[in-house]
């Protein structure tokens, strides 16, 4: 299948160049969270050749030969189907060659069926990790059709696709001939209610995002070239268009959504190169600052948004995702990429703009410390997460043997980017001239590392236990969880050597990079998505803690991992891929669902950049 997108539009298409969703059920023609289009066929009857497929990110063509009549010798007729994404439709042309001395009498399929599906309806189907809602209910009835324009209105979503060009069901071409013909798709849509969907949707301005230049690369640097500039193809294929500018999907065909954990640790990954975009991403963030409690989406007053939907079954309120705030990290990680937006751009004006999101933010993290002085989590919602971390499937949070923690959870990472966020948060006070505040976050940063270090760490592991739960015990798992607390400086000059080797040993890194699970842990599987894969992200933030502390041989062992693998999945990372252990000549294994490309995963190759710019690849 291939993956076409830009702005707000994505086509996922077959590589027989059909859109046909009763063979591949994920296909179609997509607008923000809803399949416009389901089923599309223009091709020939019967059984021509593809003899080749062009592919770029915005663009596909798909070439075809076959033959005018039975008694032709050679194939004679050629024909080319092309889709061509706009950032608010798709244009679809087909162009036929006539290259015989008779006349070519021409049926065309011609098979559009309009659907207006919800995202989420699909990807219940293809058996992909979703919220389920239990109401059936639907607005198919609601679709209405007139000349060149089909309407989907329901009480909440007003979608129309106005159409230009036709394509002929029957038609002839005289012989040494072309034709050409085409039909575009304007797509709409015009949010019925007030809300974060139409303050953010409702008036996008439509532009490709202009790709940054390819950063310099000393040295032999041809491999790291081909995967940054893959990167920076994804990132910009990824962009949606907002009434703030482009923001950053998390990752098509799935997660093509605004979310707030995501683009903020690819703006901490990648700050430097995109700029611009990390502004728009704390701009929409701050929008989006809860203001409210809701129970049903995991609301609480200054907490930073974990997903934003904008489909019919989120806006109508039967899943919580219209505005979902169930993540416990985001809101310690936004505070965070201000500090770094600051430091990098020494942009005044927009902190300032922003102190009260800032404390907001600072005053939700204080009021949600329990479990002996902890940032932990518990989902209020009958349709929430039940785990709010990165690793946000049902089973990635256990103990060593397999058994579930009780809730509230703190995750040992989210106490590192809760110490980062303390330090920014003085940083920020500081800045303007409020010498109390920034006394009380350098206190609170210090007190938080001491008792950190003196309760997570595992004396017997040498290593910081993944957790501690709501009973106060130690979830004695080792996991990937704790590399990330070095990027935060959280972790003990002492200590440091020891998580980096238990990081590098055998049962954590296969070769290609650090598993999410040690293979010595009861729950441990290459195959799963959180209990012994190889997440990108999670490896850069490693590597990034890695280089914070000095150990840049180890940094560049696990970027030349990381490399490795970039090289055995053309140059494009994605969200995950088996943690398997490498041996010679073993190849990568993709995890089946793996969005591709993905958000972070784009900007754990400026991590690479960064570890091995210096000397080289």
């Not at 003196?454 to 798992?477: L, S, T």
Request: aromatic content about 12%; charged content about 25%.
């Amino acid at each position: 299948m291939y993956t076409l997108k830009l702005g707000n539009t994505m086509l996922l298409i077959g590589e027989d160049g059909k859109i046909d969703p009763h063979r591949r059920v994920r296909e179609g023609i997509y607008y923000l969270d809803t399949r416009v289009i389901g089923r599309l066929d223009v091709n020939i009857p019967g059984e021509p050749k593809l003899f080749y497929t062009d592919a770029e990110n915005d663009t596909i063509v798909f070439h075809y030969l076959t033959r005018i009549s039975e008694t032709s010798e050679d194939t004679d007729l050629v024909y080319h189907v092309k889709y061509k994404m706009f950032s608010d439709g798709v244009e679809v042309s087909v162009k036929f060659e006539n290259f015989s001395n008779a006349e070519a009498k021409i049926t065309l399929n011609n098979v559009i069926d309009y659907d207006f599906s919800d995202i989420f309806k699909i990807r219940w189907k293809v058996g992909h990790y979703a919220v389920r809602s239990s109401d059936a209910r639907d607005y198919e009835h609601l679709t209405r059709k007139e000349k060149n324009c089909i309407t989907y209105d329901t009480p909440h979503i007003r979608i129309s696709i106005k159409t230009s060009g036709e394509f002929p069901k029957r038609f002839v071409i005289p012989p040494r001939e072309t034709r050409r013909f085409s039909k575009k798709f304007s797509i709409k849509s015009d949010f019925k209610t007030d809300g974060f969907a139409r303050k953010v949707f409702g008036d996008v301005k439509h532009a490709k995002y202009s790709l940054p230049t390819l950063p310099t690369i000393k040295s032999s640097g041809e491999k790291l070239s081909k995967l940054l500039m893959r990167s920076i193809e994804d990132i910009s294929m990824l962009c949606m268009d907002t009434a703030y500018g482009p923001f950053p999907a998390a990752g098509v065909p799935w997660f093509s959504a605004i979310f707030g954990r995501d683009s903020l640790i690819f703006a901490i990954e990648a700050m430097e190169y995109f700029p611009d975009i990390s502004r728009t991403i704390l701009e929409i963030l701050s929008i989006t600052q809860s203001t409210i409690s809701d129970d049903f989406r995991d609301a609480e007053v200054g907490k930073i948004i974990h997903e934003m939907r904008v489909g019919e079954l989120a806006l109508s309120k039967r899943i919580p995702f219209d505005a979902y705030y169930g993540s416990i990290d985001s809101t310690p990680l936004y505070l965070i990429t201000l500090g770094q937006y600051w430091k990098y751009s020494k942009d005044d004006e927009f902190i300032n703009q922003h102190l009260k999101n800032i404390e907001a933010a600072a005053n939700w993290i204080d009021s949600r410390i329990y479990v002996r002085g902890y940032l932990a989590y518990k989902t209020r919602s009958k349709m929430g997460l039940k785990n709010q971390g990165w690793k946000d499937s049902p089973n990635s949070v256990l103990f060593a043997n397999g058994d579930k923690p009780s809730p509230p959870i703190a995750l040992s990472e989210v106490q590192g980017y809760v110490y980062a966020a303390y330090l920014a948060l003085a940083d920020l006070y500081k800045l303007i001239g409020d010498k109390q505040k920034n006394a009380l976050y350098t206190n609170k940063a210090k007190s938080l590392k001491i008792a950190f270090n003196r309760e997570f760490w595992m004396e017997d592991e040498q290593f910081y236990a993944m957790a501690m739960d709501g009973n106060g015990r130690q979830v004695d798992a080792i996991s990937s969880n704790p590399g990330q607390c070095l990027f935060t400086g959280i972790v003990d000059d002492d200590k440091v050597r020891f998580v980096i080797q238990r990081l590098l040993s055998r049962d954590m890194f296969s070769g290609w990079g650090i598993r999410t699970l040690s293979a010595k842990m009861s729950a441990y599987n290459p195959y799963s998505y959180h209990n012994g894969s190889i997440w990108p992200h999670d490896n850069a933030l490693i590597m990034l803690g890695m280089l914070k502390y000095g150990f840049h041989t180890e940094a560049k062992r696990l970027a030349n991992a990381l490399l490795g693998a970039a090289a055995q999945l053309n140059w494009r990372l994605p969200e995950l891929f088996s943690g398997i252990e490498r041996r010679r000549d073993d190849k990568v294994i993709p995890y089946p669902t793996s969005c591709s490309p993905q958000l972070w995963s784009a900007g754990s190759a400026f991590v690479i950049f960064k570890t091995l710019k210096e000397g080289g690849v």
